[in-house]
């Protein structure tokens, strides 16, 4: 089962990391430090330049549906499986969906997709200096290299 946005937007990448817990406990992880990291103050000043979608904290905690930071915003959680990320500033509507996998020796892989459109001149201009560069190709193996360890 997936919760699977109805959004259509165009795909960007995706990165896996195989981690040694299951899924009750990697989804723990996955959601204490989503918290953290989508609750700095450099990501929050960071949403107001770019004029995201949404700017500020919201919603229940832990992360469920409705749950938003600077930036993103919860659209579809299914507790152990996926947690679905959206937003939009003013060069790129995106979003960032966590799927967990249980593999047979009681490990689990981290898989996370993003997805974005970058409209007009700016959005194409952004999309090279965040994407073309390899930014955020970075950004996520990092990101995901840290679920490896609790």
């Known amino acids: 089962m997936t919760t699977g946005t109805t959004d259509p937007l165009p795909f960007v990448d995706a990165h896996t990391v195989t981690v040694d817990a299951g899924a009750e406990e990697l ?10 990291s989508l ?3 450099g ?10 979608d949404p700017r500020e904290p919201a919603g229940p905690r832990p ?19 996926e947690l679905a990320l959206a937003g939009a500033h003013r060069f790129s509507s995106y979003s960032l969906v ?14 996370a997709e993003t997805r974005a459109a970058f409209p ?7 999309r090279l200096l965040v994407i073309t560069s390899g930014g955020h ?11 490896r360890n609790p």
């Open 27 to 36: 989804w723990q992880r996955l959601l204490a430090r989503l918290e953290r």
């Open 39 to 41: 609750s700095r103050e």
């Open 43 to 52: 990501g929050a000043r960071y949403a107001r330049l770019v004029r995201a």
């Open 63 to 81: 992360l469920a549906e409705g749950s938003a930071y600077p930036g993103f915003r919860v659209v579809g959680a299914v507790p152990g499986r």
């Open 98 to 111: 966590f799927r967990i996998e249980p593999l047979a020796d009681g490990r689990t892989r981290l898989l």
């Open 120 to 126: 007009g001149v700016a959005g194409r201009i952004y």
């Open 137 to 147: 190709a970075l950004g996520m193996r990092r990101m995901l290299a840290g679920y």
